[in-house]
Structure formats: C-alpha cells, structure tokens
C-alpha cells in the first residue's frame, strides 16, 4: 500500500511477542476501547494529565482525538509519535515517543501506558525497548528521558531495567495536589549496554526526514 502523504503510515516496529504501528481505523478504535476499559486503579492517578478521569466512553473519545491530534499537529520541529501495540494481534496498549527540535537536540521523551489485564507480563519493558531501538539506532538518538511518579513502581521498574539513571526530581500539580516526580536519563552508553537485540524496524527510511533527520 503506497503511503505517499503520511508515510509514517508504513512504520513497524517489532519485537519477539509485539508490534508497535500507528493506529488508524478500526485499529484506533480498538486502542480506545482498550483506554476505556481501564489503564490503573481509580484512587491513583499515574499520568502528570489526568487524562482517564471521567466515563468510560469520554476516556476513550479523548484517546482517539488525541492520536488524531498528534497527526494533525506533526512538523519536523516537534513531533509526537503515538503507536499502538499490538500482542497477538490484539492491541494492549499505546507507546508514545516525543521529538522538539529532535535534529538538533538529539533527545526524545517516551510515555506509555497499558491496559489493565496486560499489565504485570513484562510488556511494557519490551515496547519501551522498541521504541528506544527506533531513537538509538535508527534516528541517531543522544539522550532518551522518562519521568514518573515516585510511587509509580512499575514505570520506574521498566526505566530500570534498560538502563535510565536518576536526573532529579520536580513536583507537578495533579489532581490539584503537588506530586513528586522523578526524571530519569539514558544516554547511548547507557542503551548500548541493556540494547535489545530482538528489535526490527521497517518503513523508517520513507519518513526519516519526519522526524528532523
């Protein structure tokens, strides 16, 4: 299929058990219904937007306009990667990858999260190692950054576990009450030493020049 004014389109990224592409269709609908079913337990709130606040069907309108949104609103300057992933080929979750003046800064800010009954099986280690595969090797990324919760033990688990270091703390106003953050840094050292090896990317050299680069 020719993907001639959104190349992007084309993009896949795979790991042993995932596929990670952007949503559209039928695709997109499945990613919202999997936001509306439930991404945390409601007396905790992981995200610095509380975006899942509110009715099952307005968090899941509000995911689909918001891909749509980070379509809509892409230059080269400041992009906003939004993949579904897909397990079996089912879609589980989403996995975001950040770029603001990537071509000069060489620096992407990742973000993700999973629904309910697909947490807990060591996913989200594995897409966030997809998407770190896609910035490191195959855009030529310096630095990758993450921040979470300091309570948020799963997030700081998968940071962890491929190779991010502490980079500070800050507080962020959530639900109207001050939140502690903590930043966290991996720089190409860092990948190259917990670097996948089970990570295959098609469709990028279509939308290099996308992405700054």
Not at 61 to 69: D, N, P, S
Request: aromatic residues 6%; negative net charge.
């Amino acid at each position: 299929m020719s993907h001639r004014y959104w190349p992007l389109r084309g993009l896949r990224i795979c790991t042993p058990r995932l596929e990670l592409r952007l949503p559209e269709g039928e695709l997109l609908d499945e990613l919202a219904a999997v936001a509306a079913d439930g991404v945390h337990a409601p007396d905790r709130m992981p995200f610095t937007v509380p975006w899942t606040d509110g009715e099952p069907d307005e968090v899941g309108r509000a995911t689909y306009q918001h891909v749509l949104g980070t379509i809509a609103g892409w230059t080269a300057q400041e992009w906003h990667l939004s993949l579904a992933v897909l397990h079996e080929g089912k879609v589980v979750g989403r996995q975001d990858v950040i770029g603001r003046e990537f071509g000069v800064r060489r620096e992407v800010l990742t973000g993700s999260w999973l629904g309910l009954p697909h947490q807990g099986q060591g996913i989200g280690t594995e897409m966030r190692a997809a998407v770190l595969h896609l910035a490191f090797e195959g855009l030529g990324a310096r630095y990758a950054v993450s921040e979470a919760t300091t309570d948020n033990a799963g997030s700081l688990g998968v940071s962890r576990r491929l190779g991010y270091e502490p980079d500070g703390l800050q507080i962020q106003v959530i639900r109207g009450a001050a939140t502690t953050m903590q930043r966290l840094r991996l720089d190409r050292a860092g990948w190259e030493k917990h670097r996948s090896t089970d990570v295959t990317v098609a469709g990028l050299d279509a939308c290099r020049a996308d992405f700054g680069v």
